[in-house]
């Protein structure tokens, strides 16, 4: 059974740290690209990282330039997203991606509806 697992959200003060890992089932991590998406009450969800299948490539969104790194360790089989300087309007429930066996294995993918599938979400809430 696919399953996306992600972990490591909570309450954090704006200015502090969260690493949000994402564990991904059988070898998921091995032949997908992998991105991370968010989405706040109200508003769509939006892209923030993403990252190749062959871990050369990364690409992020504006909102999140410079202060969100994503990885991804094939030997665990997990994703991580590095989230930095956060911002009370960072503030929202946040979702790993796997596109599986992407035609380009170079590729960044940023499009929503190029993933085939999600975890649950993890909320991250960050106080002002």
């Known amino acids: 059974q696919v399953q996306l697992v992600e972990s490591g959200g909570g309450l954090v003060q704006a200015g502090g740290s969260l690493r949000l890992a994402c564990a991904a089932s059988g070898r998921m991590l091995m032949l997908s690209a992998m991105g991370w998406f968010r989405q706040a009450p109200g508003k769509e969800r939006e892209f923030l990282a993403g990252i190749s299948l062959n871990g050369g490539s990364t690409n992020y969104g504006d909102s999140v330039k410079g202060r969100f790194t994503i990885s991804r360790d094939y030997a665990k089989n997990t994703l991580y997203l590095q989230m930095n300087s956060l911002k009370p309007e960072d503030t929202a429930v946040y979702y790993c991606?796997?596109?599986?066996?992407?035609?380009?294995?170079?590729?960044?993918?940023?499009?929503?509806?190029?993933?085939?599938?999600w975890g649950q979400g993890t909320q991250v809430t960050v106080s002002s």
């Open positions: 991606a796997a596109d599986f066996q992407p035609t380009n294995p170079r590729m960044v993918i940023t499009t929503i509806s190029e993933y085939d599938y």
